[in-house]
């Protein structure tokens, strides 16, 4: 198995065109095409930008954002905000970097393809807070939205991404049972000191998932194939 990252020399700058009309960059495809080239492949997974909605709905706006779902409590002053709009918001995130990777790819190969969403939110505020990254200061004092929030807009962006797998005939991997808590937020023994990444151990339940796949569904090897990370 081999690992590219896509933030790395060879494939910058991955867009062109702001905003809506964001585009992959002619290097990017490009850089992918060559990499199609090199060897016999037998499947692509991608990992795109979870960030993107992750990150963006950590921080509660003003006014706040609230769903219409007895079931989420609603912080004062919230303004109300229907599924399905939050639904067309969420697609329109997806569209802009997953969809765009996902197209892409389908155009250049009919190999299988596998999609891994974001992990899921984590539900502790002290965790998000006391985080290390890029995102440590903006969050230190920030007004957080609650998690309950997060969790039921993270489901929503998973159907999103499950929309677009079956458009481009793409298989969406979601997160292993194991490595959420009961809630289905992102369990503790998963979180890494960040507010928005997993760890080893998340990966390691992943990586068993994916050869899960890989093999038809038949137990997965004892040793796992070599890796290579890509510059």
């Not at 095409?33 to 950590?58: H, I, T, V, Y």
């Not at 890029?134 to 991404?161: C, D, F, G, Q, S």
């Not at 890494?192 to 569904?217: F, K, V």
């Amino acid at each position: 198995m081999r690992f590219v990252f896509l933030n790395k020399p060879r494939f910058q700058p991955n867009f062109a065109g702001p905003g809506a009309r964001r585009a992959l960059s002619s290097r990017l495809t490009g850089a992918l095409e060559a990499l199609l080239a090199e060897r016999r492949w037998k499947a692509l997974l991608l990992a795109p930008l979870g960030n993107e909605c992750l990150a963006r709905f950590l921080v509660a706006d003003d006014p706040p954002l609230a769903l219409h779902d007895p079931s989420i409590p609603a912080p004062a002053g919230a303004v109300p905000v229907c599924i399905e709009t939050l639904r067309c918001w969420l697609r329109e995130i997806a569209a802009r970097n997953a969809g765009l990777f996902l197209s892409a790819l389908r155009e250049r190969t009919d190999l299988p393809l596998f999609l891994l969403p974001p992990p899921p939110p984590i539900a502790s505020e002290r965790t998000i807070r006391e985080g290390k990254g890029p995102l440590h200061a903006a969050l230190a004092t920030a007004r957080l939205n609650p998690p309950k929030l997060r969790l039921a807009i993270w489901e929503l962006y998973r159907e999103v991404l499950a929309e677009l797998a079956r458009e481009t005939m793409t298989t969406l991997l979601p997160p292993p049972a194991a490595t959420r808590d009961r809630a289905g937020f992102l369990h503790p023994s998963c979180t890494r000191g960040d507010p928005t990444h997993a760890n080893a151990r998340y990966g390691a339940c992943l990586w068993s998932e994916i050869l899960r796949h890989l093999s038809g569904g038949h137990p997965e090897p004892a040793s796992p194939p070599r890796m290579e990370l890509s510059t």
